[in-house]
Nanobody
Framework: VQLQASGGGLVQPGGSLRLSCAASGRIFSINDMGWYRQAPGNQRVLVAR???????NYADSVKGRFTISRDNAKNTVYLQMNRLKPEDTAVYYC????????WGQGTLVTVSS
């Protein structure tokens, strides 16, 4: 199964981005999925999780600003990011939660004025 994240870019503080993650295989209907991020010099961390039944969980650092969703018919999971902060700058990845699939390339999000 291949995972391809997209939608990153350069955005000013307070701005929004929507990330997408498409899977080549039909996994989303049976797996919990997560968005992870890795800032320079830091470990990769989970920021949002969506269970197969639709329930969501968020890291405290993004709670109230980020929203994870999924479209099982399209094998795609999304991350809507609002009120972005410079500390959100990182490469964002999707994977199963816990992550057992091969990591894709990720998509870079840079929050800067």
């Amino acid at each position: 199964v291949q995972l391809q994240a997209s939608g990153g870019g350069l955005v000013q503080p307070g701005g929004s981005l929507r990330l997408s993650c498409a899977a080549s295989g039909r996994i989303f209907s049976i797996n919990d999925m997560g968005w992870y991020r890795q800032a320079p010099g830091n470990q990769r961390v989970l920021v949002a999780r969506i269970l197969s039944g639709g329930r969501t969980n968020y890291a405290d650092s993004v709670k109230g600003r980020f929203t994870i969703s999924r479209d099982n018919a399209k094998n795609t999971v999304y991350l809507q990011m609002n009120r972005l902060k410079p500390e959100d700058t990182a490469v964002y990845y999707c994977n199963a939660e816990p992550p057992f699939l091969s990591w894709g390339q990720g998509t870079l999000v840079t929050v800067s004025s």
